[in-house]
């Protein structure tokens, strides 16, 4: 398989549950919305989901406690809104740019890429991890981060499964796997950004991307070969 270069790669967040940017919307729409989830993102990510209180959101919002439950059931949906309104997804992003029509895999390349930039002034790595914590004693957070995996896993198995189209990935590869491979790629690097840990030269780690997904192409003894003339010896 050759790899084609993708070009530049756009200056786009990434985060490796995809949460959904409900927090762009609010922001036009809903500015007393806006600011609750604003309050929301800074109180999560000083306090951690456990120490918490919706009052102290509240508080820094402007508003009272009876306005926010009158929008959420409980402080795990806000947690919820929290991670969207501090997100974008790149994989949304990746599917509406022209430039890799017909080339599904290139968006595997690019969104793998951006794992390295910097996104320590964003507070949703910090959120993410909270509510990683959070999710193995609150099943109503662990319920609503498996939606977002969901999520998650559904854009990835399709953008898979047209690169597989495309003849870009071995069709004979398991889509869970790959999918998998993602997912654990991405929660690593989320653990790797809270701790601070140097990341690599953001050049040699795309050239390493990029032959990681050529490597998931067919085999080149797998390839179809055009069908070759015989040549007519009538009259010899």
Known sequence: MTVTSPGPTPALDTDPIGAAGAGAEIAGEDPVGARL???AVEVFAE??????????????AGLTTGAIYSRYRGKAELLADA???????????????????GRMEDILIVAGSHLVDDHRSSPAPGLLLEA???????PEVAELLGHHL????????DVVESAKAGGGIDPDLD??????FCHAVGLGFLLLGVLDVPMPDSTKWQELISRLVAATGQPAGDAVRPP???PNHEGD
Do not use: K, M, N
């Open 37 to 39: 989830l604003a309050a």
């Open 47 to 60: 306090q951690g989901y456990a120490g918490t209180r919706v009052a102290e959101i509240a508080r820094r």
């Open 83 to 101: 991670i969207d309104s501090s997100s974008t997804d790149e994989l949304d992003a990746l599917f509406s740019d022209h430039r890799f029509q």
């Open 132 to 138: 990683l914590v959070a999710a193995r004693h609150e």
């Open 150 to 157: 969901g999520v998650r896993h559904d854009r990835l198995a």
């Open 175 to 180: 889509t869970e796997s790959l999918v998998t």
């Open 228 to 230: 070759t003339t015989e």
